[in-house]
């Protein structure tokens, strides 16, 4: 957009007067920021850089290209093309204005013939000017993440398309003495230069661990990832005192959430600064497993005898029940385990449906000739069957059989039960 008010102007007349950029800045994201390949056949390496072929037989990784001189890194392809995109960032302070520039760096790489490859800047930040950040921008590419189209001031400094992090920082980048001294050594560690330059004067944790070279849990604490700096800050301090350098922070705050699950102590190195984080991590994780296990397993047995003895409690008096006639018998469920089992065997729900808690209800197991056939349930009210079902809530052949077979033993349970209603 046309630059309209008076910050526009002044934003516009400083982009306008950056310097274009440098022969030897564009030689740096050609050699530094861009990724150097060969790529091997059978009989030999190709060059992706200057295209060339040279025998070589060897297994090794990284060689010097004989034709360029450039060193190389070697892949095991038959790919003949390849292209790379890579951003660079040139830092520069003009006005007392810290200035990022963000470029995006090309290579395309053919075998037998040398790279092509050019340079294009997609956006500049001007950080805090009279208070606020502004952008000079390429139109972006509502498809994708392409940027078209001419420089220009442009709204919203803060959107995530001018928040990309950077591959490397150009060499002779400019930086305020306050970002230096807040510890900026010309490594982003892959925060975008929006967030950095907007938020390490305010982060004091951030500041610690950049100038402690925490890469990992700096960049955690920059971006917002997860509350772990200011959880374990304790155990960071003796971290970063014992030089115990953090690679993975993710892993290594789910490593110190475990220690603390465990009741280890988050100030001891022994456990705060592990040899190898990934074997400890993994250890704990397992450990806590186990505890979980055990505790959850110790909750359902605890729940069971509750049950087991309100039961008791309830049922004892119809202990004993049995009924039979020829091959059926009828008996009364003596204990919650009688309960699961039942629930197993017939898929049902006599067990998770709480049965052996309804106070109005017996509960018979059916057997047929040793095997149990159907689970059925007596209202004690009204002394007659509410249900009698077998393997996933169906009546076996025998339910009729079984339904008389309690209608003329009902007399035993009604006897009991008024017992019961008389003594309570
Ligand atoms: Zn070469």
């Known amino acids: 957009m046309q630059p309209r008010t008076k910050i526009q102007h002044r934003i516009w007349g400083l982009s306008k007067e950056l310097p274009p950029i440098s022969k030897t800045q564009q030689e740096f994201a050609y050699s530094k920021v861009l990724d150097h390949v060969g790529h091997r056949s059978k009989k030999g390496i190709t060059c992706m850089d200057c295209g060339q072929f040279f025998e070589d037989t060897t297994t090794r990784k990284r060689c010097t290209c004989p034709n360029c001189n450039t060193k190389l ?9 390849f292209t790379q995109r ?12 810290q200035i990022s520039r963000t470029i995006e760096v090309y290579g395309h790489h053919r075998a037998g013939e040398p790279v092509r490859h050019f340079i294009m800047e997609l956006y500049q930040h001007f950080f805090n000017v009279e208070g606020k950040n502004h952008v000079v921008a390429r ?5 994708g993440d392409s940027f078209t189209g001419d420089l220009e001031v442009r709204r919203n400094a803060d959107a995530d398309c001018y928040r990309y992090s950077v591959d490397k920082v150009c060499n002779g980048s400019k930086v305020l003495p306050v970002f230096k001294k807040l510890g900026f050594k010309g490594n982003f560690h892959w925060v975008s230069p929006y967030s950095f330059f907007t938020k390490i ?4 944790r951030a500041e610690t661990l950049l100038k402690a070279g925490q890469g990992s849990m700096f960049r955690f604490e920059i971006t917002g990832w997860g509350n772990g700096a200011y959880r374990f800050w304790d155990s960071i301090k003796i971290c970063i005192r014992n030089k115990y350098k953090v690679k993975d922070a993710q892993m290594y705050y789910d490593y110190l959430g475990l220690l603390a699950r465990c009741g280890k102590d988050l100030r001891s190195p022994k456990y705060v600064c592990p040899k ?3 074997k400890e991590h993994d250890r704990y994780v397992k450990k806590v497993r186990e505890m979980d296990r055990r505790q959850s397993e110790a909750r359902k047995i605890a729940k069971a005898m509750d049950d087991e003895a309100q039961y008791l409690q309830d049922k004892q008096a119809f202990f004993g029940l049995c009924f039979v ?3 059926v ?4 469920l003596e204990s919650v385990q009688e309960f699961v089992s039942e629930s197993e065997i017939h898929k049902h729900c006599v067990f998770t449906g709480d049965y052996f808690k309804k106070q109005d209800s017996l509960i018979f197991s059916a057997i047929v000739k040793g095997i149990p056939v159907e689970t059925v349930e007596l209202s004690l009210k009204e002394m007659q069957i509410i249900q009698s079902r077998g393997l996933h809530n169906k009546p076996s052949e025998y339910n009729e059989d079984i339904k008389k077979l309690v209608d003329r033993n009902i007399g035993q349970v009604r006897k009991i039960y008024e017992q019961l209603q008389s003594t309570n």
């Open 73 to 81: 890194t070697i892949e095991i392809t038959r790919k003949r093309k």
């Open 86 to 97: 890579r951003l660079m960032v040139v830092l520069d302070v003009v006005d007392g204005i």
């Open 139 to 143: 139109q972006r590419n509502y498809f």
């Open 201 to 204: 004067q305010y982060d004091n």
């Open 276 to 278: 190898n984080l990934t």
């Open 325 to 327: 006639s020829g091959d």
């Open 329 to 332: 018998t009828v008996k009364v």
